[in-house]
């Protein structure tokens, strides 16, 4: 059984991966000149989560990490059904922050109709991907392993999350990020994804929330 530590690093490596794209993002966003909403440097962070989940899906030494990634976390023999939930969190607090009547950059009809934009947006890139690269999930269950569908959700929720209410705090956007790399980590802690499918996810739902 893997150890305490074990699933520590484990999931510490898998935060960091993804919330330094984050913070990296964010902070070239604070570099441009505030009036330029669409300026190519955003695309930046998406285009290096998705490359690097690529990497870790075709090259063999970032390959091999990944399976024995899977098989330290799989000894524990639990799974969990919460990233079911989870994957949508930072959407619902876009909301219930607007019931608490805190400024958003959108109204709420509005704010519906970027998030559904956004979510149908990367299903259309997602599921696509799934039957085009058959890669063989790690439980064996299917081949629509790349990319993952929960972390890509996921990941649309919280960039959704930062566009709306991230200039009050950056602790908001930090919360939205935090629980979306937490719903990836459980992707792997299934046992139904691969390091690079999350990672991929993860790009494909910031660049499609960026894109609405």
């Known amino acids: 059984m893997a150890t305490p530590m074990t699933q520590m690093k484990s999931y510490i490596l898998l935060f960091f991966l993804l919330t330094s794209l984050y913070s990296k993002g964010n902070t070239m966003q604070k570099d441009t000149t505030p009036t330029i909403k669409n300026n190519q440097k955003q695309w930046i962070v998406p285009a290096a989560g998705f490359t690097t989940g690529v990497m870790f899906a075709t090259v063999s030494p970032l390959k091999k990490f990944e399976r024995n990634l899977n098989l330290e976390i799989k000894k524990t023999g639990r799974q969990t059904k919460i990233d079911q939930a989870t994957q949508f969190l930072p959407a619902v607090a876009v909301f219930a922050l607007d019931a608490a009547g805190l400024k958003s950059s959108n109204p709420l009809s509005k704010q519906i109709?970027?998030?559904?934009?956004?979510?149908?947006?990367?299903?259309?890139?997602?599921?696509?991907?799934?039957?085009?690269?058959?890669?063989?999930?790690?439980?064996?269950?299917?081949?629509?392993?790349?990319?993952?569908?929960?972390?890509?959700?996921?990941?649309?929720?919280?960039?959704?999350?930062?566009?709306?209410?991230?200039?009050?705090?950056?602790?908001?956007?930090?919360?939205?990020?935090?629980?979306?790399?937490?719903?990836?980590?459980?992707?792997?802690?299934?046992?139904?994804?691969?390091l690079g499918d999350v990672l991929a996810g993860a790009a494909i739902g910031m660049a499609s929330t960026k894109f609405v």
């Not at 991230?166 to 802690?189: K, N």
């Open 113 to 194: 109709q970027l998030f559904g934009a956004a979510q149908l947006s990367a299903a259309l890139i997602v599921y696509p991907m799934k039957t085009i690269i058959k890669r063989p999930r790690p439980n064996g269950a299917d081949n629509r392993s790349f990319p993952s569908g929960h972390a890509t959700r996921a990941f649309v929720s919280a960039e959704f999350l930062h566009q709306e209410f991230g200039q009050l705090s950056p602790w908001i956007s930090i919360a939205g990020y935090t629980t979306a790399s937490a719903t990836a980590y459980l992707r792997l802690y299934n046992n139904e994804h691969w």
